[in-house]
């Protein structure tokens, strides 16, 4: 809920041991160290799935997962790569449908969504990705979906 530098009313944080020890739950914690990568993810989805570039690395709830490329990926590429129809697609087949539009991805389905292996992409194609998701991100645009067909067309 707050970063580790931001003060806290005493009178919420004696709130909320009240409560720890009403409900028995001692492990509760004011902070959120864990949800605040560059990628964002809500589980929730409905129509097409988004992930988001969180800039600032911004904490966010724990209805988004939150992911970094492996292995000195740049992480504008796997922004841009994640909204491209071809990884949408194959969330969207593994998701389950929760009704009226509305389908929902765990983890553990997330994780195992079949793509492209990235790394065999070559770094004059990574570099050239890398300046379009950094147009896109200077833009303050998480609107991808304009180069979506050049970029497919190209690799």
Known sequence: MFSPEEEVCPSFKSWLSERAVMYEKPGIKLTN???????LFNYYVRNKPKHIWNKDRIRVSDNF?????KYGFPPQVAWLLL?????????????????????KLQLFEYKNTLVPNWNNLSCS??????????TLIEANSNDVFEVQMNIQGKY
Do not use: W
């Open 65 to 69: 997962y939150s992911s970094t490329p």
């Open 125 to 134: 194609i990574i570099e050239e990705l890398k300046n379009v998701a950094n």
């Open 83 to 103: 909204n491209s129809d071809l990884y949408s697609n194959c969330l969207l087949k593994n998701s389950r449908n929760q009704g009226s539009g509305l389908v």
């Open 33 to 39: 160290k864990s949800v605040n990568n560059e990628i």
